[in-house]
């Protein structure tokens, strides 16, 4: 997993929070069904004792945070009353639960009882073969505070920030494996995650902050979702030239690292609306990169890796706006092209949606 440069986690926290200079974070966004729900849990140890109320906190937490989606199960599904048997297992582990956060994650027990507690909402919440990882890590997150959401988001955004494909996909699951990445994380990052616990508390319903800090697995999550969520949130784009199979030694594939994509049919769409052919497109996004500040990581065969934020933020664009549309640079190194051999062949990657 990659170091980060101090402030780094500090200045994408605070995009997610909607802090800006010395401004209070928003009180009225969505991400605020959070907090209602984990304060609700915490000033309720034994949440049966009023089970109705209790099924309403986590049901409409679920539902602001989008697990109750058209072809979602538990949408199809359920109903309110689904949720009392989550909360039995809720009230069961409390005592074990609440005191685990991220500074416990490379402690082998904590872990065990971690899965353990997933496993035990996992059959709670869904039967088998419905998909779990996200709605079971929203649910531990939002009444222990123990756990990121493992959101696709999140894990995009983690994904990011991997050495390995091994570590990437460590991400899909929660595992020995990626609760120790997340605590290897947490403790190369302690000071500022730990800061940034101990500076923002939660939000009551009434509206006011109290005096309850952030879990360090929320913070991480917040800074996972939002590295996930926007293209340029703590990385700088980076557009990497790989070598195509199709020509080997010849052509390469254009793709943007590390952010939101346009895909192939998308762009062959885009070509036809504005009566450009792909190809055109391909070559000014080529272009426009290669009017950026150029360096290279590898040797020049095995890839060479083009920075375009700079030029991106000199056109007044977004870093993640090369999805957007065609690029506004002509082609711009025919004769470099020419002279290596070099040529973009294809765009690709996933659009953001939320």
């Given at each position: 997993?990659?170091t980060?440069e101090?402030?780094?986690i500090t200045g994408v926290v605070?995009?997610?929070?909607?802090?800006?200079?010395?401004?209070q974070p928003?009180?009225?966004?969505?991400?605020?069904s959070?907090?209602y729900?984990?304060?609700?849990?915490?000033?309720?140890p034994e949440p049966?004792?009023?089970?109705e109320?209790?099924?309403?906190?986590?049901?409409?937490?679920?539902?602001?945070?989008?697990?109750l989606r058209g072809?979602?199960?538990?949408?199809a599904?359920?109903?309110?009353?689904h949720?009392?048997k989550a909360?039995?297992?809720?009230?069961?582990?409390?005592?074990i639960?609440c005191?685990i956060?991220?500074?416990?994650?490379?402690?082998?027990r904590?872990?065990?009882e971690?899965i353990?507690?997933?496993?035990?909402?996992?059959k709670?919440?869904v039967?088998?073969?419905?998909s779990h990882v996200?709605?079971?890590?929203?649910?531990?997150?939002?009444?222990?505070?123990?756990l990121p959401?493992?959101d696709t988001y999140?894990?995009?955004?983690f994904g990011?920030?991997a050495d390995?494909r091994g570590?990437?996909?460590a991400?899909?699951?929660?595992?020995?494996r990626?609760?120790?990445?997340?605590?290897?994380?947490h403790g190369r990052h302690y000071d500022?995650?730990?800061?940034?616990?101990?500076e923002?508390?939660?939000l009551?319903?009434g509206?006011?902050?109290?005096a309850?800090r952030?879990?360090?697995?929320?913070?991480?999550d917040?800074?996972?979702?939002?590295?996930?969520y926007?293209?340029d949130?703590?990385?700088d784009?980076?557009?990497?030239?790989?070598?195509?199979?199709?020509?080997?030694?010849?052509?390469?594939?254009?793709?943007?690292s590390?952010?939101a994509h346009?895909s192939?049919?998308?762009t062959?769409q885009r070509?036809?609306s504005?009566?450009?052919?792909?190809?055109?497109?391909y070559?000014?996004?080529f272009g426009?990169a290669?009017?950026?500040?150029?360096r290279?990581?590898r040797r020049p065969?095995a890839?060479?890796?083009?920075?375009a934020?700079?030029?991106l933020?000199?056109?007044?664009?977004?870093?993640?706006?090369l999805r957007?549309g065609?690029a506004?640079q002509?082609?711009?190194?025919?004769s470099?092209?020419?002279?290596?051999?070099?040529h973009?062949c294809?765009?690709?990657?996933t659009?953001?949606i939320?």
């Amino acid at each position: 997993m990659r170091t980060l440069e101090p402030g780094n986690i500090t200045g994408v926290v605070r995009d997610f929070l909607h802090v800006s200079g010395g401004e209070q974070p928003s009180k009225t966004s969505r991400s605020r069904s959070w907090d209602y729900c984990y304060n609700y849990f915490r000033d309720h140890p034994e949440p049966t004792q009023d089970v109705e109320r209790s099924c309403l906190q986590l049901g409409y937490y679920l539902a602001s945070w989008g697990m109750l989606r058209g072809s979602t199960y538990l949408f199809a599904e359920t109903n309110m009353y689904h949720y009392a048997k989550a909360v039995q297992v809720i009230e069961d582990l409390n005592p074990i639960m609440c005191e685990i956060d991220a500074e416990s994650y490379l402690n082998p027990r904590a872990r065990a009882e971690i899965i353990g507690a997933y496993w035990a909402l996992r059959k709670a919440l869904v039967p088998d073969g419905v998909s779990h990882v996200t709605l079971v890590g929203k649910v531990m997150l939002g009444v222990w505070g123990c756990l990121p959401s493992f959101d696709t988001y999140f894990r995009r955004g983690f994904g990011k920030m991997a050495d390995t494909r091994g570590e990437r996909t460590a991400f899909n699951t929660v595992s020995d494996r990626s609760l120790i990445l997340l605590g290897e994380f947490h403790g190369r990052h302690y000071d500022e995650i730990a800061g940034l616990s101990a500076e923002y508390t939660t939000l009551d319903f009434g509206g006011e902050f109290t005096a309850r800090r952030l879990p360090l697995a929320k913070v991480i999550d917040m800074y996972g979702f939002q590295l996930g969520y926007a293209p340029d949130a703590g990385f700088d784009p980076v557009l990497t030239i790989r070598r195509c199979p199709a020509h080997p030694g010849k052509i390469p594939a254009l793709r943007e690292s590390g952010g939101a994509h346009l895909s192939p049919l998308r762009t062959r769409q885009r070509g036809r609306s504005s009566g450009r052919s792909p190809a055109g497109i391909y070559l000014d996004a080529f272009g426009w990169a290669f009017s950026a500040t150029v360096r290279s990581r590898r040797r020049p065969g095995a890839g060479l890796y083009v920075a375009a934020n700079g030029l991106l933020k000199r056109l007044g664009r977004r870093p993640g706006s090369l999805r957007l549309g065609a690029a506004r640079q002509a082609w711009c190194a025919p004769s470099w092209s020419q002279a290596s051999g070099w040529h973009p062949c294809r765009l690709r990657g996933t659009r953001r949606i939320r």
